[in-house]
């Protein structure tokens, strides 16, 4: 081989190259494109919860403090609410049980679309005397901080810790 045929510069072989190097980097792009956009590998459930105290009205008269629970799905999954508690002592739950007195406007099973909310109101003063009655039977300390704890029909937990103590429910 001489140094002429060394140095030649070969067209062919260059494009032929950066034809199969372009054609496997877009074979790349397009097979992680649907992961991207939120294909299998990315879907996600993902929920916002906010606890927080506010005022309920019954009409334009009548109003009474509540406890608000905002639930977002923030995720790109549809999420099916099963359950909401707060633990206590041990291994025992504080149930939210829609239909009761004190849960009027909770329904369970509750689903959440993608980029929407759910919220319901809670009577202050009968969560305030059920938390009462679980501080006399020892299931709750009074400084403990309030977490909830939302399940989905998957299984999946969410746990949102308050601001709240279990003194500031009694208020």
Known sequence: MTVNEMTCFDGGTFWTALSAISTFLLVVVVLFMPLRQGGALWQ????KIRFSQ???AVDFIRTFKCWSLEMSNVGNRKIVVEQIYIPLLGKEKYLFIPGTSRFKSLQLPCKIDVKNQESFLIEDKQFSESFKELLEQNKVKRRTKIIIVIEDTAGKRYSYKTKYRVEDLMA
């Open 54 to 56: 506010s005022i309920g």
């Open 44 to 47: 996600r459930k993902k929920l």
